[in-house]
């Protein structure tokens, strides 16, 4: 119930936010929401209305919700196209993107967690985790650089830009290269190699956005695995007579699968779209994240506000879904006392 | 004879904290372990199952179990089929996220029969004393009481039917009422099914009640072993003697003072040359400083 | 521990006296785009960017302005931060709730959207940037303090404390204060190389610290074509930010590891 009322209310705050953003930014909110176009009289009039700067506040606050709600998310300065047009293509691909570096990051991380816990203490672990720590402290940008710079312009391995080659002109289903390049005409014309380009166009920006995600859920599987392994059930299942691998599926995992799985996933959602506003500008990709960078730096404000307003409640939306999957996972709030 | 261990010993790089130590255990027979914290009972109650942690040494002369002969790494296939082990904190032996009835599958299945094990585990439960069997099998840890947890662990130990149940202080964190029920329920599966029992206790007055044979333990060392009827009147060891006259008597009076033994047991780096009780010891004489003294005639380790 | 505390302290100070010797901005066509080397004077010992300016006196300047915008930045969120979470578990209530609420909600946008964000409404500039970083830093500080005043305030000697007469102030003074000291000072760092990666990831993007002050995020930027012909233009920069923060990191995580700590790892 506590939950709700505060889901709510972030979004409120969001919405409150991407209104008050061309209302606050010095300047004359309707001369920053038509670029060019406000040396118009007729123009301005019109987006006068449409913002209601004549009314009171709350009034513009109700105005610009309804809006939003009614699907009329208003145009960009810079493309003169309806927002939401240039926006869904985009934040497919960052999801795409996104999905897999969750999910790669996740996997890999936990699984160099386990290894790092079991083997603690030995050479092989002292080594890798002094190794982590560097690592840590990479900054993604950089990383992506010296990747691109190294693997795709040096040795030609990888592609540079964009998330499919030039060659291939793909008919959009879903929107999700890696779904469309398997499926219907796509996959006639082009059989696999659709599909391997686009993975080709992937392999970069999912290894510069997943290195530091790797090392901290690493790290966070490594010390709860650590400090379950000390605990008094573990002593009663060995003296059970229970093999180490039965202890840690039947044991261990259930024990350190809440407190990695919270922790692990809130941090892999900012880590991801902040890492994504990065990565994209480095390699090009046409996501979000770069969407949000250029219309920032061209003072697009209708599309920034949009952008924001996604994003933010994007973000908010899946916290809620990870509280309430770990809600039903935990057995101690399952069951009631 | 169930378990019989010669001369074990258990050290970290140069402080030793077993020191040659002996024990026997006969089937139906209890043997109770006397003494203070740091007298290494508990360690050596997860010594006998090769539980402990990597940097610790154990060496023995000889590790038989029903006559059969076992090097320190063979221990381990012992363990829960043959001997098993339960310990003094009830709710954190038992894994929080899992519920009694799977916990007492999983040890079931180690025993590699996977029939009827509900209806094994509801009469395992039943064995224990409790009665709504079908009801707790569904609950978690932290819904259980501290009885009722300590009855689960036993029960979970007994599951894969071992001749040798180690019992670690079993009853400390319980309250008293509890604690003689707890008390009660092993010594009479003990000799039903004609197991071995060593019970673990700081506190005589159990020792006294269940066990059949009596091992004093201090600092690291076995100072007495004795039968448990003889105690009162012919325990030999200075240590022993002390603590059977601090046991408050049921007829305490107001006011009166509970009795203590002066100064405290010696820490295991702070061992010296001769009997490590010299510092607490009303017979303490010259030669109890400079000699460690003997077990003479296998039951009490003094001078006199 | 005198020793170690106070060495760190040492190659600021050695950035900070070496800048009087420095001119980052002098543009010199001729010497555009040269290789590291001693040959042109000691200034150019790692050669020149893309408009001819001495790499060396980029990089250390570079560094003061990010290092030192992120030192003031954290000093004054920590303070700030510090006493706001000190006051909500002290009056707690609604103030409490709202405070806290208000955190969490900033708490859980990422770092570097809100200060895009906040870069977009107010324009690019070093005040705007400082208040954005401030607003992405003090709820972590916020909460920071508020756990553990809440914490203490339901221990004991708080309780007696009050009993005896003591106000507000002295509590804040006596008690909260000398125990989450150590633990500030980790979050301090911690933090501290936090806003410095943030610092140059929003100069990387063109949106921090503007042109043509020297800023390491930024001079990645401009030498992203350079990599074939100058490659150390890219290396560097990044080299260094990746040393400053691997330093601070270790600093903080040693601040607070204890002597239980390696017992129970020997075991």
């Known amino acids: 119930m506590n939950r709700s009322i505060n889901f709510f209310i972030s979004i409120f705050f969001i919405f409150l936010i991407s209104f008050f953003l061309i209302r606050l930014a010095p300047g004359d909110p309707v001369l920053l929401m038509l670029g060019d176009r406000g040396n118009d009289p007729a123009q301005y009039r019109i987006m006068m209305e449409s913002l209601g700067l004549n009314y009171p506040l709350y009034e513009q606050l109700k105005m610009y919700i309804l809006n939003i709600f009614k699907g009329n998310f208003g145009n960009s300065i810079v493309s003169g196209k309806s927002i939401i047009v240039e926006l869904l293509p985009r934040w497919k691909a960052s999801f795409e993107l996104g999905l897999i570096v969750f999910i790669f990051s996740f996997f890999i991380g936990s699984i160099l967690g386990i290894y790092l816990a079991y083997k603690f203490n030995s050479k092989v672990e002292r080594i890798l985790s002094s190794s982590m720590l560097v690592v840590y402290c990479i900054p993604i940008f950089w990383l992506g650089l010296l990747l691109i710079n190294i693997f795709s312009l040096k040795f030609n391995l990888f592609p540079v830009s964009g998330r499919i080659g030039y060659e291939f002109d793909l008919i959009s289903y879903t929107g999700f290269y890696l779904i469309d390049s398997l499926i219907g005409d796509n996959y006639k014309n082009y059989s696999f190699t659709a599909f391997f380009s686009c993975l080709n166009h992937m392999v970069l920006p999912i290894i510069t956005m997943s290195i530091v995600p790797i090392v901290s859920i690493a790290k966070i599987t490594k010390v709860s695995i650590l400090e379950v392994l000390r605990k008094d059930y573990i002593l009663t299942a060995k003296s059970l007579g229970m093999s180490e691998s039965s202890i840690f599926f039947k044991h261990v995992l259930r024990n350190i699968l809440v407190p990695v799985l919270t922790i692990s996933s809130l941090y892999l959602i900012n880590v991801t779209v902040a890492g994504a506003i990065l990565t994209e500008t480095i390699f090009s990709w046409p996501g979000i994240g770069r969407f949000l960078v250029t219309s920032v730096l061209s003072r697009d404000y209708p599309v920034i506000q949009v952008v924001i307003l996604f994003i933010g409640v994007f973000i908010l939306i899946v916290n809620l879904i990870l509280e309430m999957l770990v809600k039903i996972i935990d057995p101690k709030q399952r069951v009631k006392v | ?304 | 521990m005198i020793n170690k505390k106070h060495v760190f302290i040492f190659p600021f100070v050695l950035l900070g006296i070496s800048c009087f010797f420095l001119d980052p901005y002098t543009q010199n066509i001729d010497k555009v785009l040269l290789q590291p080397g001693l040959t042109n004077g000691f200034s150019y010992i790692f050669g020149t960017d893309y408009i001819g300016r001495s790499y060396l006196d980029r990089l250390i300047l570079g560094g003061i302005n990010t290092i030192g915008l992120a030192l003031i930045i954290v000093f004054t969120s920590s303070i700030f931060g510090f006493f706001l979470g000190c006051y909500a578990a002290i009056r707690k209530g609604t103030i409490e709730s709202f405070i806290m609420r208000f955190s969490d909600i900033l708490m859980s946008i990422p770092g570097i959207l809100l200060a895009i964000v906040i870069v977009a409404i107010f324009g690019n500039g070093v005040i705007e940037l400082f208040i954005a970083l401030v607003i992405v830093l003090i709820p972590r500080f916020i909460r920071f303090s508020h756990s553990i005043t809440s914490r203490i305030n339901t221990e004991l000697y708080i309780t007696i404390a009050k009993v005896t007469g003591s106000s507000k102030i002295q509590i804040l003074k006596n008690e909260i204060l000398p125990n989450s000291k150590n633990l500030l000072m980790q979050q301090s760092i911690l933090s501290f190389s936090e806003v410095i990666l943030e610092i140059s990831a929003l100069g990387f993007l063109g949106l921090g610290i503007p042109a043509p002050l020297p800023e390491w995020g930024a001079m990645l930027a401009e030498s992203r074509n350079y990599f074939s012909t100058n490659p150390y233009l890219i290396i560097l920069p990044g080299l260094c930010l990746m040393l400053v923060v691997l330093f601070l990191n270790y600093i903080g995580e040693n601040l607070t590891i204890n002597k239980r700590e390696k017992n129970a790892i020997k075991n």
């Not at chain 2, 009694?100 to 180690?110: D, G, I, R, T």
Request: glycine share 4%.
């Open chain 2, 1 to 304: 004879m169930l378990l019989k261990i010669e001369e074990l010993k258990v050290k970290t790089e140069d402080i030793i904290l077993l020191d040659n130590i002996d024990l026997e255990v006969n089937h139906g027979e209890i043997i109770g372990i006397i003494g203070e914290s740091g007298s290494g009972k508990s360690l050596l109650a997860k010594t006998l199952l090769a539980l402990n942690s990597k940097n610790l040494v154990t060496s023995f002369r000889s590790y038989n179990y029903e006559d059969k002969s076992y090097s320190y790494d063979e221990i381990k296939l012992l363990r829960g089929k043959h001997i098993a082990m339960i310990f003094q904190n009830p709710h954190t032996a038992l894994d929080p996220s899992a519920n009694v009835k799977s916990q007492l599958k999983n040890a079931m299945l180690l025993n590699n029969k996977s029939e009827n094990i509900e209806h094994k585990s509801i009469e395992l439960l039943n064995e224990m004393g409790i009665k709504d069997a079908e009801r707790c099998l569904q609950l978690y840890p932290h819904q259980l009481s501290g009885g009722m947890a300590q009855r689960i662990l036993i029960a979970l130990m007994l599951a894969r039917e071992p001749s040798l149940l180690i019992a670690d202080e079993p009853t400390t964190a319980l309250d008293p009422l509890v604690q003689e029920q707890i008390l009660n329920l092993l010594k009479a599966i003990v000799k039903k099914r004609k197991m071995g029992l060593i019970l673990i206790s700081h506190d005589l007055r159990v020792i006294k009640k269940y066990a059949d044979k009596t091992i004093v333990m201090y600092s690291s060392q076995i100072v007495e072993k004795i039968e448990t009827q003889k105690i009162l009147d012919h325990a030999k060891h200075p240590y022993t003697r002390e603590l059977i006259s601090i046991i408050p008597s049921e007829n305490i009076k107001y006011k009166e003072n509970l009795k203590t033994i002066k100064g405290r047991i010696l820490a295991a780096n702070e061992y010296v040359m001769g009997c490590r009780f010299s510092n607490r010891c009303l017979l303490v004489e010259e030669k109890c400083n400079t000699k460690v003294p003997e077990l003479k005639d296998s039951t009490y380790r003094c001078h006199f």
